[in-house]
C-alpha cells in the first residue's frame, strides 16, 4: 500500500517538440506501480514511431489489454504532444 499505479513524465523528442503523459493505474500496490511503469516504457519505445498521442495509446492499449483484463484492472492516461515551433498542443486520452 505504499506505491501505486500514479505517474506524469515528459520527454524530449528528436524534434524539439515535448510528449508528456499522465496516468494512473487502477488499484493499490504493486501490482498497480507495476504497470504504471509498464506504460511508462511502453510510451518510451513506441514514441520513436511518431508523436501522434491518439495511435501512442492504441498501440499501447493493445500490447497491455489482455494482461490488465486478466487482472481486471485499467489504466486511465492523458499524452500530450506539445509542437515548440507552433505552439500546437495535441491531446489523446
Excluded at 513524465?9 to 524539439?16: R, Y
Excluded at 500490447?63 to 509542437?83: C, K, N, P, R, W
Amino acid at each position: 500500500r505504499e506505491v501505486g499505479g500514479d505517474f506524469f513524465d515528459v520527454m524530449t523528442l528528436g524534434d524539439g517538440s515535448l510528449l508528456a503523459i499522465v496516468s494512473d493505474a487502477m488499484g493499490k500496490g504493486l501490482p498497480a506501480a507495476m504497470f504504471a511503469m509498464i506504460l511508462r516504457s511502453l510510451v518510451r519505445a513506441l514514441q520513436d514511431h511518431g508523436p501522434r498521442p491518439g495511435i501512442l495509446l492504441r498501440r499501447a492499449n493493445d500490447l497491455l489489454y489482455e494482461e490488465l483484463s486478466g487482472m481486471e484492472m485499467f489504466i486511465t492516461a492523458q499524452v500530450a504532444h506539445v509542437d515548440a515551433r507552433t505552439g500546437q498542443v495535441t491531446l489523446a486520452s
